[in-house]
Structures are given as structure tokens and as C-alpha cells.
């Protein structure tokens, strides 16, 4: 137990994430020593997980608005039109410092923040996602570490009955010390029934709903915010646990209660738990605020004012409610079985003012908390620019099909089946395209609208050059929902990076911001919601730049989606986009040639909205079988994936030019690019109309037989690509 004593030391300050001249400016601000509970929360609202201290700057420059724009970053989640009076609610977290030190609990608790942040804001979650970054699969830790996120992940969302229809998983040596695990969840609401978190009025009851308060998560925000080193597993106890039956228990609570009219704001009970969730209502309404501890539901006997504050114990929520339905509020709750608890009152002071065991142990101003945090303009230097890798410099395999079955049998290419199938995602029975696909799609009720969800960044492409690695980050989002034929809406980031008080950090940070902020504009593609995640590094080494993107389509018809599969013998293949041959930080280099060099390959964003809207057409139309964007290996990657989804082979065709060089033209990683298959007398259609177009279009196959052969050079069985596709992860994980 940690007694409210405590002296006030240069130490206990450094030991709260606070620098000399941050307790300064604390200082300066109440005009005394804080106590120390009044230090937690400093630490807790100060630190960059909460504050946004060193990315608020830069986060201000992205595009966030549009004509479907409901509610934009600000809020627990973004919130879009959808038609109908319908919206949806989305957002994507990071949980990674808790996921290396605790991977089960870690990503548990992931899952359940980012599920409350959707049903917070009024909507019921229909959908959930996940990218996660595991160190390479020979480090001591990584077997382990994936082992428990992914039954974290699946323990979680599995029990609480959403979805998970999609997600990334990929290897590399440089998240060995700092795993990622960012979840995605979104939501489905009426346009006329959110819920924000800006408290109003004076004299309003603040009320603890949810499961009772532990020990469990304190400092995890401040946790969050900080480097690992060789002692991080010391950081265990500011892991939360979670119960995904209790959270069950809330969403079912919290709605219903939402259709009383008794609710006035609301707010998950996130990181920093009470402190941030009570600071943020009361300062968003210009209100202050008082909490009585006493009457905050508590699970261990004995619990300081500074435990309570800053506990993240999960399954909480703050509301603010209209007091004349107090008890009818409660009623409801009760019924569910929760505690339902008035710890507070809305005042008119602007103060924010904690009480305990009839003491005084906080009274802070409650703008001050949050509006005088610290923003820094950190200083940043832009990132070394690599030169292109010339395809004729890079020798071909001497057999391409061995090459074909490395890659798709490579850690980054392999099947996710492993992952997958200990995810439910078909529960709720709205599922139209499950994980493995560009994008997963969930029919929206009984009708024929539907949404796509994807995620996407190439984080090897954000090293080599941050401003084209964030540009393609969003351009791919965009392409995986156009090839599933969603119109792309909107999108929610994770900005995950390394320390950003290190120039060529915060240069890597600010390069991706630009290159997104571009992309978004370019595709009418707005960010509404996201979280920055900063100081993953351990020992000074840093992860990958890794600005994953969450997006999110809408189909007017999900009996129109299509998939990756070929889906009958005959259908002629189609290449959309041009083919440089891009080598460049390609899979290819990396797994055939041990090489991680070059330039990725350049954005070229009118094409790809060219290219994008005329394949969104085509599938609008019905006009075709199958779709597939290509990234990662190119195009007989891509073609591998749709022939092992169709359970069917094809006949492939060489350009008759040699340029770029074969190897360059089957394996490069050019943007901008779909296969898509149609009937031949479709396609001679399509060919002539994409010309007119100006999209770049060619006839390079026809699907059928049991093989994938290419012209002379390779002829495989789907047989054995399936077997080289599949066996890569059941392997990794049997291993001793």
C-alpha cells in the first residue's frame, strides 16, 4: 500500500515520467508542493499517452473533416455517416508496453479498452481488428509473446462476442525487445443517439459504473509513455487484468441505459483510469469537479486516494447523468449486476477537487490538467534519402519456383491460419468476408449494406523513406477496401514509434505524418480517430516506423463484394496499373537476397484513385470474379494468393518486352496495381473502357487447370503452394 505521506523528492518525480522543468511548471501553475496523489495526477494527465505532449503539433496537420465526417479525433472514437441515420464508430489503440511485459493480460486489455471506446460513445461493437509486430521468429521471446497476444486476443473478443474480421501479423528484428499490438474495433449507432464525454451543468451527479477498482494498471499510462531496458519485467504489476464477461455485462448496461435519457456525458475509465476520465468530462464542459473516494466501489481493502486515482482496472465507465433519473439509472444497472456508485458532483469552481477519509488530497485547476500540458516542437531531422535499386543489379533466382515457394513460406508471406482460427469470426452471424482476404466485409443488420474494415502500413518502406512509407500506409488501406468494392470513408491511425526526444525519430514521426496527411487529402480518405505510441524501444534501439492505418468502406450491396479466389476455369486475368519493376525494400530482396536496401517504391496517388474507382466500378457492376491488390511480392505472389483461394491454377503470359526484367516484373512491388479476373467477353470489354480511361490494363493469363504456371519459367501445383503457404506458422509455434 502506498501511504499519502510520501515527501515530494527530485527522484519520486523522475519516477513519474516527469522531467525538472515539467514539475517546474507544476509548481509554477498551483503556486506549492503538490501532494502526492496530486503528483499522480499530474504524471497520469502529463504523460505522452494521455497529453500527446510531443505529436500534438503535427497531429493538428492532418486532414480530419469531411461531408460523412460525424465526429471527428477529440472523442473516445471518430464517428461517420453511413446513411440511413446510421453511423459508424471506429477507432484503433495501441497496447504494446503491456503485451511484452504481460502478453496474455496485455492484449486482453487491449481489446476490451478499444471495445469500450466504440460502445461509449452509444454504438454496439460489430467488428474487430488487430496488427500486431512480433520480433524475428528466432529470438528467445518471440514464441512466447505470440503465443499469449493472440490468446489474449481471442480469449477477450471471443468471449465478449465480437468479430474479428481482419488484421496483420509480421516478423522483424527490430520489434525483439518491443512487440505491437494495436486493436481496432468499430461500431454500429443512430446519427441521433452518440454520446460524447463533455459533462454540463452544475450540481450533476458523477457516477462510477462498471466492475469495482483494484491495484491492477497503476501508472500503466506513464508506463506506456516510457523505454523499456533490461529490467521492464518489473513493470508486470502495472499490467491491467480483464474480465470480458463483465464487459459484456456493461455494453448490454450502458445502452440501455443510454435510451433512458438519463445520460448527459459519458467516459471509458481508460489510461489513467478515474484521473483522466473525471478530468476530461469536467474540463471539455468548462465545469469542475469533486469525487468522494470514500464511495468508489473497491475491490482490496485499504486503497490510498493516489491508488485510486490512478488504478486502470477494466470494465469502468464515468457517467454524468440528469439527476431526477438517478434512480432509475441505477435500477438499471443493478439489474445487470454492476456497481452503480454517485462518487461526485459537476461544479462551477473550475477546480478539481479529490476527497478521501474526510481529507483534502486534491485540489488542482482542472483546465490547467490538460490544456497546460506541456506541447513540445520537437526538434527533427528529415531521414537520410536511399537511392532506387537498379532490377538489373539484382541477380534472377535460378529457379523461380523455388523462389515463389520461399516467399509465400517466409514468416511475413506465410498463412495466418494459426492466428486466425483462434479468433471467432463469425459471431453476431453478419460475417460476409472473413480474415485472409484484402479486406474483411459485415453486413450491417438484415439489409443489404455492408462495411469493410482493413490494416494496413509497410513499416520497412516508412524506414527507407518516411513520407512515401506513410503515403502508401494510406494508399493501401484505400486499395484493400476498393478491392472488396467498398467505397473508402474514412481511417484511424496508430502511430507507432520509437523516442521521439532523438532528432531522426521525431523525423521519422513528422515524415509519416506528412506522407498520410497527403494520401488522405489525395483519396478523400479523413483520419478521425487514432492514438499515438511512442518510446517503443528498449536499450536505445527502436522499433520499425510503424503508422498502422485502420480502414474503414462502405458497401451499398454486400452481395457484390468479392474476393481474392479465382473462381472459374476460363475467366481471362487482368493486370490494372503500370509495372516498373520496383525492387526496392521489396520481400523478393529481402528473403531471396538477404538484402533490406533501396528506395521503396514511390505513390503516385492520382493513380492510384484512377485505378481504384475504375476497379470499384467494374465490382459495383457485377462485371467481375475476382480481385486482389498487390504489395507484398509482387504480382506472382498476388497470383499465388488468388489461385490457393480459389483452389484453382492459371495460365500466365510474359510481356513481350524485357523491361523491366522478368524477375523485377513478377516479384517488384509497384503501387497502385489490382488482378482481377472476368469472363473473356468481359474482359475485352473492360480492356478497351480501361484504355479509355487512361488506366493501364493488360490481358496476362486465364485461370484453370491444378497448377500455376507461368510462360516457361515455373509451373507449381496449388497442392504444394497451399502446403508451403500453410505449414510456416503451425511449425514455428510446435517448435520446442
Same mark, same amino acid.
Given at each position: %500500500?502506498?501511504?499519502?505521506?510520501?515527501?515530494?523528492?527530485?527522484?519520486?518525480?523522475?519516477?513519474?515520467?516527469?522531467?525538472?522543468?515539467?514539475? =517546474?511548471?507544476?509548481?509554477?501553475?498551483?503556486?506549492?508542493?503538490? *501532494?502526492?496523489?496530486?503528483?499522480?495526477?499530474? $504524471?497520469?494527465?502529463?504523460?505522452?499517452?494521455?497529453?500527446?505532449?510531443?505529436?500534438?503539433?503535427?497531429?493538428?496537420?492532418?486532414?480530419?473533416?469531411? &461531408?460523412?465526417?460525424?465526429?471527428?479525433?477529440?472523442?473516445?472514437?471518430?464517428?461517420?455517416?453511413?446513411?440511413?441515420?446510421?453511423?459508424?464508430?471506429?477507432? %484503433?489503440?495501441?497496447?504494446?508496453?503491456?503485451?511484452?511485459?504481460?502478453?496474455?493480460?496485455?492484449?486482453?486489455?487491449?481489446? +476490451? #479498452?478499444?471495445?469500450?471506446?466504440?460502445?461509449?460513445?452509444?454504438?454496439?461493437?460489430?467488428?474487430? %481488428?488487430?496488427?500486431?509486430? @512480433?520480433?524475428?521468429?528466432?529470438?528467445?521471446?518471440?514464441?512466447?509473446?505470440?503465443?499469449?497476444?493472440?490468446?489474449?486476443?481471442?480469449?477477450? !473478443?471471443?468471449?465478449?462476442?465480437?468479430?474479428?474480421?481482419?488484421?496483420?501479423?509480421?516478423?522483424?528484428?527490430?520489434?525483439?525487445?518491443?512487440?505491437?499490438?494495436?486493436?481496432?474495433?468499430?461500431?454500429?449507432?443512430?446519427?441521433?443517439?452518440? @454520446?460524447?464525454?463533455?459533462?454540463?451543468?452544475?450540481?450533476?451527479?458523477?457516477?462510477?459504473?462498471?466492475?469495482?477498482?483494484?491495484?491492477?494498471?497503476?501508472?500503466?499510462?506513464? %508506463?506506456?509513455?516510457?523505454?523499456?531496458?533490461?529490467?521492464?519485467?518489473?513493470?508486470?504489476?502495472?499490467?491491467?487484468?480483464?474480465?470480458?464477461? $463483465?464487459?459484456?455485462?456493461?455494453?448490454?448496461?450502458?445502452?440501455?441505459?443510454?435510451?433512458?435519457?438519463?445520460?448527459?456525458?459519458?467516459?471509458?475509465?481508460?489510461?489513467?483510469?478515474? *484521473?483522466?476520465?473525471?478530468?476530461?468530462?469536467?474540463?471539455?464542459?468548462?465545469?469542475?469537479?469533486?469525487?468522494?473516494?470514500?464511495?468508489?466501489?473497491?475491490?482490496?481493502?485499504?486503497?490510498?486516494?493516489?491508488?485510486?486515482?490512478?488504478?486502470?482496472?477494466?470494465?469502468?465507465?464515468?457517467?454524468?447523468?440528469?439527476?431526477?433519473?438517478?434512480?432509475?439509472?441505477?435500477?438499471?444497472?443493478?439489474?445487470?449486476?454492476?456497481?452503480?456508485?454517485?462518487?461526485?458532483? *459537476?461544479?462551477?469552481?473550475?477546480?478539481?477537487?479529490?476527497?478521501?477519509?474526510?481529507?483534502?488530497?486534491?485540489?488542482?485547476?482542472?483546465?490547467?490538467?490538460?490544456?497546460?500540458?506541456?506541447?513540445y516542437d520537437r526538434p527533427w531531422v528529415e531521414s537520410a534519402r536511399r537511392e532506387p535499386v537498379d532490377p538489373a543489379s539484382v541477380p534472377e533466382p535460378a529457379d523461380y519456383g523455388q523462389a515463389l515457394?520461399?516467399?509465400?513460406?517466409?514468416?511475413?508471406?506465410?498463412?495466418?491460419?494459426?492466428?486466425?482460427?483462434?479468433?471467432?469470426?463469425?459471431?453476431?452471424?453478419?460475417?460476409? =468476408?472473413?480474415?485472409?482476404?484484402?479486406?474483411?466485409?459485415?453486413?450491417?443488420?438484415?439489409?443489404?449494406? #455492408?462495411?469493410?474494415?482493413?490494416?494496413?502500413?509497410?513499416?520497412?518502406?516508412?524506414?527507407?523513406? &518516411?513520407?512515401?512509407? +506513410?503515403?502508401?500506409?494510406?494508399?493501401?488501406?484505400?486499395?484493400?477496401?476498393?478491392?472488396?468494392?467498398?467505397?473508402?470513408?474514412?481511417?484511424?491511425?496508430?502511430?507507432?514509434?520509437?523516442?521521439?526526444?532523438?532528432?531522426?525519430?521525431?523525423?521519422?514521426?513528422?515524415?509519416?505524418?506528412? +506522407?498520410?496527411?497527403?494520401?488522405?487529402?489525395?483519396?478523400?480518405?479523413?483520419?478521425?480517430?487514432?492514438?499515438? $505510441?511512442?518510446?517503443?524501444?528498449?536499450?536505445? =534501439?527502436?522499433?520499425?516506423?510503424?503508422?498502422?492505418? !485502420?480502414?474503414?468502406?462502405?458497401?451499398?450491396?454486400?452481395?457484390?463484394?468479392? +474476393?481474392?479466389?479465382?473462381?472459374?476455369?476460363?475467366? *481471362?486475368?487482368?493486370?490494372?496499373?503500370?509495372?516498373?519493376?520496383?525492387? !526496392?525494400?521489396?520481400?523478393?530482396?529481402?528473403?531471396?537476397?538477404?538484402?533490406?536496401?533501396?528506395?521503396?517504391?514511390?505513390?503516385?496517388?492520382?493513380?492510384?484513385?484512377?485505378?481504384?474507382?475504375?476497379?470499384?466500378?467494374?465490382?459495383?457492376?457485377?462485371?467481375?470474379?475476382?480481385?486482389?491488390?498487390?504489395?507484398?511480392?509482387?504480382?506472382?505472389?498476388?497470383?499465388?494468393?488468388?489461385?490457393?483461394?480459389?483452389?484453382?491454377?492459371?495460365?500466365?503470359?510474359?510481356?513481350?518486352?524485357?523491361?523491366?526484367?522478368?524477375?523485377?516484373?513478377?516479384?517488384?512491388?509497384?503501387?497502385?496495381?489490382?488482378?482481377?479476373?472476368?469472363?473473356?467477353?468481359?474482359?475485352?470489354?473492360?480492356?478497351?473502357?480501361?484504355?479509355?480511361?487512361?488506366?493501364?490494363?493488360?490481358?496476362?493469363?486465364?485461370?484453370?487447370?491444378?497448377?500455376?504456371?507461368?510462360?516457361?519459367?515455373?509451373?507449381?501445383?496449388?497442392?504444394?503452394?497451399?502446403?508451403?503457404?500453410?505449414?510456416?506458422?503451425?511449425? @514455428?509455434?510446435?517448435?520446442?
Amino acid at each position: %500500500m502506498i501511504p499519502n505521506d510520501i515527501k515530494i523528492t527530485p527522484e519520486l518525480v523522475r519516477d513519474h515520467g516527469l522531467k525538472p522543468d515539467e514539475y =517546474q511548471r507544476i509548481l509554477d501553475l498551483i503556486g506549492r508542493e503538490p *501532494t502526492l496523489t496530486e503528483l499522480g495526477i499530474f $504524471s497520469a494527465m502529463w504523460n505522452e499517452h494521455c497529453s500527446y505532449k510531443s505529436s500534438k503539433k503535427w497531429l493538428k496537420t492532418l486532414p480530419t473533416s469531411g &461531408p460523412r465526417v460525424v465526429q471527428g479525433p477529440g472523442e473516445n472514437a471518430g464517428v461517420v455517416d453511413i446513411g440511413d441515420g446510421d453511423v459508424v464508430v471506429f477507432k %484503433m489503440e495501441s497496447h504494446n508496453h503491456p503485451s511484452y511485459i504481460e502478453p496474455y493480460q496485455g492484449a486482453a486489455t487491449g481489446v +476490451g #479498452g478499444i471495445l469500450r471506446d466504440v460502445f461509449t460513445m452509444g454504438a454496439r461493437p460489430v467488428a474487430a %481488428m488487430n496488427a500486431l509486430r @512480433f520480433g524475428a521468429p528466432d529470438h528467445p521471446k518471440t514464441r512466447h509473446i505470440v503465443s499469449g497476444v493472440v490468446a489474449g486476443i481471442g480469449g477477450y !473478443g471471443n468471449s465478449f462476442g465480437v468479430p474479428t474480421v481482419g488484421g496483420e501479423v509480421n516478423f522483424h528484428p527490430r520489434y525483439n525487445g518491443n512487440c505491437l499490438v494495436n486493436a481496432f474495433a468499430a461500431g454500429l449507432a443512430r446519427k441521433d443517439g452518440i @454520446f460524447l464525454s463533455k459533462a454540463e451543468g452544475v450540481g450533476m451527479p458523477v457516477v462510477y459504473l462498471g466492475s469495482k477498482t483494484g491495484r491492477d494498471g497503476i501508472h500503466g499510462a506513464t %508506463m506506456a509513455s516510457a523505454e523499456f531496458d533490461d529490467n521492464s519485467e518489473e513493470k508486470r504489476p502495472t499490467v491491467q487484468v480483464g474480465d470480458p464477461f $463483465s464487459e459484456k455485462l456493461l455494453l448490454e448496461a450502458c445502452l440501455e441505459l443510454m435510451t433512458t435519457g438519463a445520460v448527459i456525458a459519458i467516459q471509458d475509465m481508460g489510461a489513467a483510469g478515474l *484521473t483522466c476520465s473525471a478530468v476530461e468530462m469536467g474540463a471539455k464542459g468548462d465545469l469542475g469537479l469533486e469525487l468522494d473516494l470514500d464511495k468508489v466501489p473497491c475491490r482490496e481493502p485499504g486503497m490510498t486516494a493516489y491508488e485510486m486515482m490512478l488504478s486502470e482496472s477494466q470494465e469502468r465507465m464515468l457517467m454524468v447523468l440528469h439527476p431526477e433519473k438517478e434512480a432509475e439509472a441505477e435500477a438499471v444497472f443493478r439489474k445487470w449486476g454492476l456497481d452503480f456508485a454517485v462518487v461526485g458532483r *459537476t461544479t462551477d469552481t473550475l477546480r478539481f477537487v479529490v476527497r478521501h477519509q474526510g481529507e483534502v488530497m486534491a485540489d488542482l485547476p482542472i483546465k490547467d490538467l490538460g490544456d497546460q500540458a506541456p506541447e513540445y516542437d520537437r526538434p527533427w531531422v528529415e531521414s537520410a534519402r536511399r537511392e532506387p535499386v537498379d532490377p538489373a543489379s539484382v541477380p534472377e533466382p535460378a529457379d523461380y519456383g523455388q523462389a515463389l515457394l520461399t516467399l509465400i513460406g517466409s514468416p511475413d508471406l506465410a498463412s495466418r491460419r494459426w492466428v486466425v482460427e483462434q479468433y471467432d469470426h463469425f459471431v453476431q452471424g453478419n460475417t460476409v =468476408q472473413h480474415p485472409g482476404g484484402d479486406a474483411g466485409v459485415v453486413r450491417i443488420d438484415d439489409g443489404r449494406k #455492408g462495411l469493410a474494415f482493413t490494416c494496413d502500413v509497410t513499416p520497412r518502406y516508412c524506414e527507407a523513406d &518516411p513520407f512515401e512509407g +506513410g503515403k502508401q500506409a494510406i494508399a493501401e488501406a484505400w486499395r484493400n477496401l476498393t478491392a472488396v468494392g467498398a467505397l473508402p470513408l474514412a481511417v484511424t491511425d496508430n502511430l507507432n514509434f520509437g523516442n521521439p526526444e532523438r532528432p531522426e525519430i521525431m523525423g521519422q514521426f513528422v515524415g509519416c505524418i506528412k +506522407g498520410i496527411g497527403e494520401a488522405c487529402r489525395a483519396l478523400d480518405f479523413p483520419v478521425v480517430s487514432g492514438n499515438v $505510441s511512442l518510446y517503443n524501444e528498449t536499450n536505445g =534501439q527502436a522499433i520499425l516506423p510503424t503508422p498502422a492505418i !485502420g480502414g474503414v468502406g462502405l458497401l451499398a450491396d454486400v452481395t457484390k463484394s468479392v +474476393g481474392i479466389g479465382f473462381r472459374a476455369d476460363g475467366d *481471362t486475368i487482368i493486370l490494372v496499373g503500370d509495372t516498373a519493376g520496383w525492387l !526496392g525494400q521489396s520481400v523478393f530482396l529481402r528473403e531471396i537476397h538477404g538484402r533490406e536496401d533501396g528506395a521503396p517504391p514511390p505513390v503516385d496517388l492520382a493513380a492510384e484513385k484512377r485505378n481504384g474507382d475504375f476497379v470499384r466500378r467494374l465490382i459495383d457492376e457485377g462485371r467481375v470474379g475476382a480481385v486482389h491488390d498487390l504489395s507484398d511480392g509482387g504480382l506472382l505472389v498476388g497470383l499465388a494468393e488468388m489461385a490457393m483461394a480459389g483452389g484453382r491454377g492459371a495460365a500466365v503470359t510474359l510481356p513481350d518486352r524485357r523491361t523491366p526484367p522478368l524477375h523485377a516484373y513478377l516479384f517488384g512491388e509497384d503501387q497502385a496495381r489490382y488482378v482481377l479476373t472476368a469472363s473473356p467477353a468481359e474482359a475485352a470489354h473492360i480492356l478497351v473502357e480501361a484504355a479509355m480511361a487512361g488506366v493501364p490494363a493488360t490481358m496476362i493469363g486465364s485461370v484453370g487447370g491444378r497448377s500455376l504456371a507461368v510462360a516457361d519459367r515455373l509451373a507449381i501445383s496449388v497442392e504444394t503452394l497451399t502446403e508451403a503457404h500453410e505449414n510456416w506458422f503451425p511449425r @514455428f509455434m510446435a517448435a520446442a
